[in-house]
């Protein structure tokens, strides 16, 4: 009879245990987005522009250097940070300005924001600037979009497809 | 009665949390029986459900497609086989990893609350708090392989959540934008975290176990066919599913979550990265400092105890900062009375003890050698000892390995003065476990208590000597099953008295003269009862001790 007892509490015991996994491993369900949201992405990897034109070496330069290491043209390798803007429906969304990576600061300027809208449609402006300029921006992209629910929208940046892309 | 006070072991009160503990160990005793009981082989499931992952992850590996673009439709054929069996195969990897983390957690629990993680037991606790993140980084890895919508949104949230760490030239989430499709040279990488860090924690459960000896890499049959069994109905009542193959393009919605694996994907989302981490980092900071705080050192001499201060060896400036120095006294070798048995290797239960070449340098002859580090002052090597039998007829009883604080001669002349002190006409000594059941209660008229650090420091022999002695019975008192606070000393003890294991109670002592009562804090009136039992069918006095001699 005892063992009986045994039997049926280690039933009741996995039993328990096997109920408190099948219950948390599938419940409760879980949304990453509310149910009329959209995301934009705005992400992209990019060098900006060297903060100073290459130039010839002087004369005093090159003799400083070990001939083997002596190059027609000298460039600075610190590049510009890339200052970003996003509006949505003509509100800055999104303001960041990403400094170059490195030591030297001489790697590409990185961003990954993301943005949760409603869905729906938005005029979107996008405007990058890469260079030393303190303002303006020698980028900028405009387009009405008109965003599903749970749509990812990436805005990235490809110098070989014009500049600031909508994928 | 009981001995002076100069040989009570010393034992720490145990904690508010040990004694939680142990009240729910006890009704988990009560309802699945003392060996069936989980609580008491967390450590022995977790490698269990381990072996689990590892067996039914092979056959998945098997049929898993390893591109990008193949590993859904590969594990979603799997799911849809129609005789079922790799539905099963799929539920029981997925429920043994939830279960998996559910045991670690609780086995992680317990040792705190038990207050195990201090002094020799510290290398255990510190090489095992690094493989909680890497046991959830197998489990998190392991939902990006399938590739369908939960694996998409684990695999994005995990880059996002790694991208806040600084020094990365390029955000990780870059390769889960939406409008491209995932590389299978990232995919790669997905196979490659799977069964990576599985691989890594193996290794650093190797570690783990390494301070002591016979782990239990398996738990007791029952549990692991009942475990197994468990896991297999849910994944039969509840099989695990799909949730439709990844799309990059847009957020997956109402995903059935496994909250018990990724619960820090919505915790991140809910507050942010920088904060998970530094919840991670304190959390795991807390746990790897735990065995030095609320620590001190012990340097006064516990009154009545002189003889711990000559065999408590300071710490030095070079091991004063480890936790494992703790100030306890050591057991020590004599090597004159060593036989180089191995027997107290065989019994130590946290592989302190090594054998060395005899200094006599005869051919072959070893030594037992004590490493002060580990030895937790149990006295099970005592208690091994072919040695320490009190039978011997030197008027100071030397055996080859002791502890100076509680020498066996002293224990061998505590119980023969207090057996001729004892009024009579009938004698009963009680050998019992000091964290065990109190036994206080029982020393009353005509019963001699000798409370033990661990019984597992009991030759058998005394049991018989103490028979022999003068004594009607012998009730020796370990803790319950699994409860030993030494991990061996109520196995050692309860298979040296039946027989089981060397040094072995001699077969001729009549059974109805001694009893074995396993009793906990709280079994006191089991122990009474027990007793109660011995008195009502002791025998008549053994031979006596001089007529044996």
New interface residues.
């Given amino acids: 009879m005892n063992r009986v007892f045994?039997l049926a509490?280690?039933a009741?015991?996995?039993?328990g245990?096997?109920l408190?996994?099948?219950v948390?491993?599938?419940?409760?369900?879980?949304?990453?987005?509310a149910?009329d949201e959209?995301?934009i992405?705005l992400?992209f990897?990019h060098h900006g522009k060297r903060i100073a034109e290459c130039r010839p070496y002087t004369a005093a330069e090159l003799a400083k250097l070990a001939p083997n290491m002596r190059a027609p043209l000298k460039c600075e390798r610190e590049r510009a940070p890339v200052t970003v803007e996003l509006d949505i429906d003509g509100a800055t969304a999104y303001r960041y300005t990403a400094a170059p990576?490195g030591l030297s600061r001489d790697?590409?300027s990185?961003?990954?924001k993301?943005l949760e809208v409603r869905s729906g449609t938005h005029r979107i402006t996008v405007r990058l600037r890469d260079t030393t300029a303190t303002s303006g921006f020698n980028y900028q992209h405009e387009a009405t979009v008109d965003l599903k629910?749970?749509?990812?929208?990436?805005i990235?940046f490809d110098p070989e497809r014009g500049g600031i892309v909508l994928? | 009665m009981t001995v002076s006070s100069s040989l009570l072991p010393i034992v720490p009160v145990p904690s508010a949390s040990a004694r939680l503990w142990r009240a729910l160990e006890h009704g988990?005793d009560?309802?699945?029986?003392t060996s069936?009981n989980?609580l008491k082989h967390l450590g022995a499931l977790g490698f269990w459900l381990l072996w689990l992952l590892v067996g039914s992850g092979a056959v998945l590996y098997a049929v898993l497609d390893t591109s990008a673009s193949g590993a859904y439709p590969s594990i979603n054929m799997l799911s849809r086989e129609p005789r079922q069996w790799g539905s099963l195969l799929r539920g029981l990897h997925?429920?043994s990893a939830?279960?998996m983390v559910?045991v670690v957690l609780a086995h992680v629990v317990r040792e705190w609350m038990l207050g195990r993680f201090r002094s020799f037991r510290a290398p255990s606790w510190l090489t095992g708090v690094p493989l909680l993140p890497l046991m959830f980084a197998c489990a998190i890895g392991g939902f990006w392989l399938n590739w369908d919508r939960l694996g998409q949104?684990s695999a994005t949230?995990t880059a996002?959540w790694l991208?806040a760490l600084p020094g990365l030239?390029?955000?990780l989430?870059?390769n889960f934008?939406?409008?491209?499709q995932l590389n299978d040279r990232l995919f790669s990488l997905f196979v490659f975290v799977h069964l990576g860090v599985p691989l890594l924690l193996v290794f650093g459960l190797w570690f783990h176990v390494q301070r002591i000896s016979r782990p239990a890499v398996f738990p007791p049959r029952?549990l692991a066919i009942?475990?197994v069994?468990?896991?297999l109905?849910?994944a039969a009542?509840?099989p695990v599913r799909s949730q439709g193959p990844a799309d990059?393009?847009?957020?997956?919605?109402?995903?059935?979550?496994?909250?018990?694996?990724l619960f820090i994907h919505?915790l991140t989302?809910a507050t942010s990265a920088a904060l998970v981490w530094g919840l991670l980092g304190a959390t795991l900071a807390l746990l790897l400092a735990l065995p030095w705080l609320g620590f001190r050192r012990r340097t006064a001499v516990p009154e009545g105890r002189p003889q711990e201060a000559q065999v408590r060896s300071p710490a030095t400036s070079h091991t004063a900062w480890r936790p494992i120095a703790l100030a306890q006294p050591v057991a020590e070798v004599d090597p004159a009375h060593c036989s180089g048995c191995r027997r107290c290797v065989e019994d130590c239960p946290y592989a302190a003890i090594t054998m060395v070449p005899h200094p006599n340098g005869r051919m072959g002859m070893e030594l037992a050698q004590v490493r002060s580090d580990l030895c937790a002052s149990c006295g099970i090597c005592v208690g091994s000892c072919p040695s320490s039998t009190p039978f011997r007829s030197a008027q100071v009883l030397h055996t080859g390995i002791d502890m100076p604080q509680w020498p066996i001669d002293a224990l061998r002349q505590q119980m023969l003065t207090g057996l001729a002190a004892l009024p009579g006409p009938e004698r009963y000594v009680v050998f019992g476990c000091a964290q065990g059941a109190q036994l206080d209660a029982l020393a009353a008229q005509g019963v001699l208590v000798l409370p033990l650090v661990c019984t597992g420091l009991l030759p058998p022999s005394f049991v018989e000597y103490a028979l022999r002695a003068g004594a009607n019975g012998v009730l020796i008192a370990t803790c319950r099953e699994g409860g030993c606070a030494f991990r061996l000393g109520e196995r050692w003890t309860r298979e040296r008295l039946l027989g089981q294991r060397e040094p072995r109670l001699r077969a001729g002592v009549p059974r109805q003269a001694w009893s074995l009562v396993a009793a906990d804090a709280g079994d006191e009136a089991a122990l009474a009862a027990a007793l109660t039992a011995l008195r009502a069918r002791a025998a008549e006095p053994f031979v006596p001790l001089e007529s044996f001699a």
């Fill in positions: 045994v509490g280690q009741l015991l996995y039993g245990f096997a408190l996994i099948g948390f491993s599938h419940w409760p369900a879980y949304a990453p987005l149910a959209a995301l992405k992400s990897v990576s790697g590409a990185t961003v990954y993301r629910p749970a749509q990812v929208l990436v990235d994928l | 988990f009560a309802l699945a029986g069936g989980p997925r429920y939830d279960a559910l949104f949230a996002e991208d030239a390029s955000p989430s870059r934008l939406g409008g491209t029952a009942g475990s069994l468990a896991l109905v849910l009542v509840v990059l393009g847009t957020v997956p919605a109402g995903l059935a979550y496994d909250w018990l694996l919505p989302a």
